[in-house]
């Protein structure tokens, strides 16, 4: 019977067509509208390291003011102090740990007539490319004892790597940042996690950094952070050595623990850290540490912004628009087919049947207005690309995955099979006695 209704579908559009094409239409539009925000909204709150979401914590240290909390109602500072990060990594606890930090550095590219230019770096430990499963075309992260000895080494972007050394393999060669020399020992594949969830305190849009370079290395030199700080109180003493001894937050901190029980005893190895410090004069406030993963570190610290939800609340409004012109475009093809309805109706079509000859026909009208829909989602995502084209990072947030396409594609049938119940319930009450009585 499916094949029989689907028959009769084609020959209603085909007798419809204008009809039918403003129904497909309006679907088309709705589900565009729609689609374009659920896209964005999508990639915003996508956790790109999701397979390890029970492995990954992001460590929270609450050393802030005795009087104030940091954030209401009694949130911990999102970032640790160099003297608590240093102390975490060294003691080991955690089967991986890293913590870095948001620099810059005046890149000096090889080659007479290339003028030198400012590039933001992350400075971080060595665990950081095997924490967060960074792929490597050529080469591979610096180890513990680089870090431990300062070793003047660098691994680079696949971008970066093509605009310094043309794509190449470049692990051994030397990069020049500040005047100094650094030996490039890796360079990344394509990776690109969106949000950068390992630092969501600076823009998390931006995309991750280009370079990367030892924590240890960062501080020797004395290197400035170029991401957020933050202080209660003024460093007790002058300059950066003053700065590293003060209660000011400006590094992220991450760890990576097998298992909830490796966790239970790392959250009680925070503990006794804290209280230690409190024996010390520092940490005037209660315990107050917290272990997050990816995922909640995400939720706390609002990763999709009020603007998108709201914006999505209206998409879904112009769609319930969209989706009411099409049940009263839907009612006026039942009014002009009341005629061939009742005749069926008379010649012994039940209700049942009629019911399913139009659901059929409106899933048919759904599924085209999810494939136009899905092109109107496409020209959506390509207008905001091109209204926030300054933004390197609008390139990550409006790619549409075949996810959100087979989402599009249900979300449409599902609107044209509910657009269609009123109409469909209208057509199986018409009165086979009426159409008898005309003829």
């Not at 810059?104 to 400012?118: A, I, M, T, W």
């Not at 003060?246 to 239970?264: F, H």
């Not at 520092?282 to 995922?295: G, I, V």
């Not at 609008?394 to 995955?401: F, G, K």
Request: hydrophobic fraction near 45%; include cysteine; proline fraction near 5%.
């Amino acid at each position: 019977m499916l094949r029989y209704y689907l028959k009769l579908g084609v020959l209603s559009i085909r007798a419809n067509w204008a009809l039918s094409s403003l129904m497909v239409a309006a679907i088309a539009i709705g589900i565009g509208a729609c689609m374009t925000i659920v896209t964005v909204r999508h990639v915003m709150a996508d956790n790109p390291i999701e397979h390890k979401n029970d492995r990954l914590f992001h460590v929270q240290l609450d050393n802030w003011n005795p009087n104030d909390p940091y954030d209401e109602p009694n949130e911990p500072p999102e970032q640790v102090t160099y003297l608590d990060s240093t102390a975490l990594l060294e003691a080991g606890r955690a089967h991986r740990q890293v913590i870095s930090f948001k620099s810059d550095r005046v890149v000096q590219p090889e080659g007479d007539g290339v003028l030198p230019f400012q590039q933001e770096i992350r400075a971080t430990s060595a665990d950081f490319f095997a924490m967060f499963d960074v792929p490597f075309k050529y080469g591979s992260g610096w180890d513990s004892d680089a870090d431990r000895a300062e070793e003047r080494v660098t691994v680079l972007s696949a971008s970066m790597n093509e605009q310094l050394f043309g794509g190449e393999d470049s692990t051994g060669r030397t990069l020049m940042m500040n005047n100094e020399q650094f030996r490039v020992v890796g360079v990344l594949d394509e990776w690109h996690p969106v949000p950068t969830f390992y630092d969501l305190n600076n823009n998390p849009f931006n995309g991750p950094e280009e370079i990367y370079t030892p924590f240890s290395l960062a501080v020797t030199g004395e290197w400035g952070s170029s991401g957020n700080n933050s202080c209660w109180k003024p460093p007790e003493e002058g300059g950066y050595e003053g700065y590293l001894a003060s209660e000011c937050i400006w590094i992220q901190m991450w760890v990576e623990l097998t298992d909830e029980a490796n966790k239970e005893v790392y959250a009680q190895f925070l503990d006794d850290y804290v209280m230690e410090q409190k024996e010390l004069g520092r940490f005037p406030r209660e315990l107050n540490n917290r272990l997050s993963t990816p995922a909640e570190w995400m939720v706390n610290r609002e990763v999709v912004v009020d603007t998108v939800s709201i914006l999505l609340a209206l998409a879904v409004l112009f769609l319930v628009v969209c989706l009411l012109n099409t049940i009263g475009l839907l009612l006026a093809k039942v009014i002009r087919r009341g005629n061939d309805i009742s005749l069926r109706r008379a010649l012994g079509a039940s209700k049942s049947e009629l019911f399913k000859q139009y659901i059929v026909e409106a899933g048919m009208i759904g599924i085209a207005g999810g494939l136009a829909g899905i092109a109107m989602t496409w020209l959506g995502l390509r207008g905001i690309e091109n209204v926030f084209a300054d933004y390197d990072f609008i390139s990550y947030l409006v790619t549409m995955d075949w996810e959100m396409v087979g989402l599009a594609v249900l979300l449409a049938i599902v609107s044209a099979l509910g657009a269609a119940l009123y109409p469909t319930w209208q057509a199986c009450r018409v009165s086979p006695a009426s159409t008898l009585r005309i003829q």
